[in-house]
């Protein structure tokens, strides 16, 4: 059973840069999990910031960004304002058989 | 724009069935595969099923795997989520997104994310 880990919290001063992770319970995440980035505020539907191209969607801020951190993926937010306070969602591509698995979500607050 | 407006959704007794539909605007829904996400009341987001652009493949979370079936009808630009034998734990928020990138066989290229997500149905498995 794949499980993909994500940090269950995290705080960011307004301004500052923080970094979300999206592991493996076993193996490392590689580029071919193709890992993408969902974005969820309480009570509405999640919007995506990275897709699995690594690549912006329309109308996301260019301080979201995405990556490969060692043997993660990683999801950046430099500068990060009082509406990035949401929750965090990662999302690996698990390849043959074709299924996705979702990280648990990360909560980030901005104080 | 691109419109995805989910809908079915309602209270059923564990065991009964009910059928979600998405339908789609705004884009080519017959170019494009389909995914289902759920969202159980407080938890996070799990996969579903995906189903490729012509119907031809379907994938399904091992949760959902021979109770539920996904499948489209392109000429009404609509997809849908058939559930059978439905449990307490199936209770969650059922959303529709269509998947980014082109899925062939059993693969898809250039990993399939979800792109553009419908507002979501709830679902209440309940006697």
């Known amino acids: 059973q794949t499980v993909v880990t994500q940090e269950s919290s995290l705080s960011v001063s307004p301004g500052g840069t923080v970094t979300l992770t999206c592991g493996l319970s076993?193996?490392?995440?590689?580029?071919?999990?193709?890992p993408s980035w969902y974005q969820q505020t309480p009570g509405q539907a999640p919007r995506t910031l990275i897709d699995s191209r690594n690549t912006r969607s329309s109308g996301v801020p260019d301080r979201f960004s995405g990556s490969i951190l060692g043997n993660k993926a990683a999801l950046t937010i430099t500068g990060a304002q009082a509406e990035d306070e949401s929750d965090y969602y990662c999302?690996?591509?698990?390849?043959?058989?074709?299924?996705?698995?979702f990280g648990g979500g990360t909560k980030l607050t901005v104080l | 724009q691109v419109q995805l407006v989910e809908s079915g959704g309602g209270v059923v007794q564990p065991g009964r069935s009910l059928r979600l539909s998405c339908t789609a605007s705004?884009?080519?829904?017959?170019?494009?595969?389909m995914h289902w996400v759920r969202q159980a009341p407080g938890k996070g987001l799990e996969w579903v099923a995906v189903i490729w652009y012509d119907g031809s493949d379907k994938y399904y979370a091992d949760s959902v795997k021979g109770r539920f079936t996904i499948s489209r009808d392109n000429s009404k630009n609509t997809l849908y989520l058939q559930m059978n034998s439905l449990r307490a734990e199936d209770t969650a928020v059922y959303y529709c997104?269509?998947?980014?990138?082109?899925?062939?066989?059993?693969?898809?290229?250039?990993?399939?994310?979800?792109?553009?997500w419908g507002q979501g149905t709830l679902v209440t498995v309940s006697s």
């Open positions: 076993s193996g490392s995440v590689s580029a071919s999990h193709y």
């Open positions: 999302l690996l591509y698990m390849g043959t058989g074709a299924n996705w698995v």
């Open positions: 705004g884009f080519t829904f017959s170019s494009y595969g």
């Open positions: 997104a269509n998947l980014l990138g082109y899925c062939t066989g059993g693969s898809c290229y250039g990993g399939g994310s979800l792109d553009y």
